[in-house]
């Protein structure tokens, strides 16, 4: 692709969905998406790492921080690393935006590097922010991705757009204030050691479903108890998070290009339609999607 020309964002399709991954080897700390959406929700879920989106068209509705923040064209997203959300699209509604999951050790040590901090991102007010600045770097970062410019000349490159994303909502007064909500690490700190071990043991186990009785046991409380402070420390219940974990490491044997139907297998499901089905109400596409990246 020559130098400067903007990455297709999503082209004109018949399909209901479509979704289009790229992973660029000059540009290790990161997965780039391309996404069509049509009537679908996706899960609530988490990621470990940093997720910024731009909505390119259509409207919907951003579910995080306990709250619905409406969003379209132009709106910028940033998503803290394991924060629930979710796209909330009503039945026929269209929606397509790009996305960048970013290393959160690379984020971080770039600001550190650039801004002399890191910054606490857990103080950011928005999860929705529509500066038109982040907005035309989020757009140079996307001409990169992919691109057959030099290695180097290309990770300089990204590491300054990114900085014109983040920049806008950090340097602002009102987006340093304190969240309405809590980090989920800070909301039951003296349950959080006993729900940790209960996440490392479902982490521990993705091959088999884990009782609750099981990992009630783990954590030293009652299954009641267990289910409760497990939602309210990482945002979804025990079955939910085991299943996002065997999603993730699914991504990863599929980036490897391990055959589907063993990868199904490798992580637990039952067989690779249940995998298939699982998958897509996590990533909102298919395994073979998400594998033919690019």
Not at 128 to 135: E, F, K
Not at 248 to 275: C, M, N, W, Y
Request: charged share 20%; net charge positive.
């Amino acid at each position: 692709m020559p130098p400067g020309r903007a990455v297709p964002i999503v082209p004109r399709m018949k399909a209901k969905h479509h979704a289009v991954f790229l992973r660029d080897p000059d540009l290790p700390y990161l997965e780039a998406r391309h996404t069509h959406l049509r009537g679908s929700h996706f899960e609530l879920h988490t990621h470990e790492c940093f997720t910024f989106v731009l909505i390119k068209a259509g409207v919907s509705a951003f579910r995080y921080r306990g709250g619905r923040v409406p969003m379209g064209p132009g709106a910028v997203i940033t998503i803290l690393p394991d924060e629930p959300h979710a796209c909330l699209l009503n039945h026929g509604q269209d929606l397509a935006y790009s996305q960048f999951y970013l290393d959160s050790d690379w984020l971080a040590a770039l600001l550190d590097q650039r801004l002399g901090r890191a910054p606490d991102f857990t103080a950011l007010t928005m999860g929705v922010v529509t500066d038109p600045g982040s907005v035309r770097s989020f757009r140079l970062l996307e001409a990169l991705v992919g691109s057959d410019r030099p290695a180097q000349e290309k990770d300089a490159a990204f590491r300054e757009h990114m900085l014109g994303i983040l920049t806008p909502a950090l340097t602002r007064t009102p987006a340093l204030k304190p969240a309405p909500v809590p980090s989920r690490a800070c909301r039951a700190p003296e349950r959080t050691r006993e729900i940790l071990a209960a996440r490392e043991h479902l982490a521990a186990n993705l091959e088999r479903p884990v009782p609750l009785e099981e990992l009630a046991g783990v954590a030293g409380l009652s299954s009641g108890h267990l289910v409760r402070t497990f939602r309210n420390v990482l945002g979804l219940p025990p079955h939910a998070y085991q299943n996002q974990l065997r999603v993730e490491r699914a991504k990863g044997l599929l980036a490897a290009g391990l055959p589907i139907a063993q990868v199904a297998q490798d992580t637990g499901f039952t067989d690779q339609s249940h995998f298939h089905r699982t998958f897509r109400r996590f990533v909102a596409a298919t395994p073979g999607q998400y594998q033919a990246a690019g």
